[in-house]
């Protein structure tokens, strides 16, 4: 008999900070707070209101929100997960730098705020 998979997240899990950082020839910077609140199916993402980044160009910002929504999605999407997304996203912080933010490195602190988040929720191994 095969249990049914867990919906995920199974309660709001708030406050998932990440820092990605790689400083080499072709560094990454992104830093990110995330809030996942349970939803009936599927994924949405939302900025916070009144967020404010600080980056330079400005317009670039709309491709880094998108790109940690794709990571997010990306992660949770895995089937060794055994969940079914039902998860509404709200981005709550971020940090771009000039030098190093680029979608990559969002996409990828995306995908390390899920991997986070996923892991308060494991049931214990016996």
Known sequence: MTSA????PPYPIRGV?????RQNCAPHFAQIEVDFEPAEEGLSFE???GLTVEYDPPDDLLGFFAAIAE????????PEHGVVTAAH??????RAEEFGSHA???KIAGYLAAQKALEHTEPPRP
Request: glycine residues 4%; charged residues 30%.
């Open 5 to 8: 998979p867990r919906r995920f």
């Open 17 to 21: 900070r990440i820092l990605h950082q």
């Open 47 to 49: 900025v916070a209101q």
């Open 71 to 78: 990571g997010i999605e990306e992660q949770l999407s895995r």
């Open 89 to 94: 996203v709200v981005l709550r912080r971020a």
């Open 104 to 106: 990559l490195a969002f």
